[in-house]
């Protein structure tokens, strides 16, 4: 099963996608239909805060609506709008920087981090699957793209060991933690240069963790204009992901609905002889293994 954000007729809504099936659930409605209660939530938000309670109920009411199928709460997935699965994070995206060896490498650095990277970036970065990046020629001559998966945290915790890390995710998703590399170089830090407006496309859903076996051992692959430019396994990461949340979590709590961009591997237009930075109309798809595929279009 895959969770969504999306729109359709004017409203947006909480709905699931049951896996290898074309049809968006429309969580509220059909639960509604289904017994006079509305106990789905209205955001993705309040879904991660209600925690298994949501998963349970949500698979009931799946189940439900694909026995009793009707046009009120059952829609082609390709007639729905696919927002962000959380179109406005109550905090900054977690970001890991050079988490692959080649891409530490191909960015001029000499050594491999010893220790994690960590940045962020704005919540108003976000967009969702097939929305428009602004090309911001005013702003940067040197726009570039990095696939990544991400995590969403699913509990609060803070100190959190490391053997127990993936019990606090609620699901994965994908990023494009587009960056302006010139800005990213003359401010000396990453923030400005990973923070315009339409910076972070995510999406197109969030597969919960439960269906995830191994978010350590997963295929990732970038392409623009169809062709292979990142092409990885998340095994290769420097820092895993229990890694990555222990290390956070040691003196930051963490909370539901928190998003962790785990780090992209090598290929990204900087590292290229020369440069091949994003231009208006370019098409960037990023693939990860069992979660899917965000594709998005540059605009002006």
């Not at 990544?148 to 490391?162: N, S």
């Not at 990732?220 to 290390?247: C, D, H, M, P, W």
């Not at 963490?254 to 090598?266: F, K, N, V, W």
Request: proline residues 6%; negative net charge.
């Amino acid at each position: 099963m895959k969770l969504i954000t999306a729109l359709f007729d004017g409203e947006t809504f909480v709905g699931a996608v049951p896996q290898g099936d074309d049809r968006a659930v429309h969580l509220r409605r059909a639960e509604r239909t289904m017994d006079g209660t509305e106990t789905m939530p209205t955001t993705m938000l309040e879904a991660i805060a209600q925690g298994e309670a949501f998963f349970t109920r949500a698979q009931e009411v799946v189940d439900w609506a694909l026995r009793h199928p009707a046009p009120e709460y059952v829609y082609r997935l390709s007639d729905v709008r696919l927002l962000a699965p959380i179109p406005r994070p109550a905090k900054n995206i977690f970001c890991i920087g050079k988490n692959y060896v080649d891409h530490a490498l191909e960015l001029g650095g000499a050594d491999v981090p010893e220790h994690l990277i960590v940045f962020t970036k704005a919540p108003t970065t976000v967009i969702g699957h097939e929305e428009t990046i602004l090309r911001h020629a005013d702003v940067t001559d040197e726009m570039d793209y990095e696939g990544e998966l991400a995590v969403v945290i699913g509990k609060q915790g803070r100190a959190i060991r490391r053997e127990d890390a993936l019990d606090y995710v609620f699901g994965y998703t994908i990023i494009n933690d587009v960056t302006a590399r010139d800005l990213q170089e003359r401010h000396q830090q990453y923030f400005l240069g990973k923070s315009l407006d339409t910076f972070c496309p995510m999406g197109p859903w969030i597969v919960p963790s439960k269906f995830v076996p191994n978010p350590n051992d997963l295929r990732i692959e970038t392409r623009v204009n169809g062709e292979v430019r990142q092409q990885a396994n998340t095994k290769q990461l420097i820092f895993s992901i229990e890694s990555i949340i222990e290390t956070i979590s040691k003196g930051i709590t963490l909370e539901p609905g928190d998003i962790i961009a785990t780090g992209t591997p090598a290929g990204v237009g900087k590292g290229m002889n020369p440069p091949r930075f994003l231009q208006t109309g370019d098409v960037i798809e990023v693939t990860v293994e069992g979660i899917g595929t965000l594709r998005n279009k540059v605009g002006e």
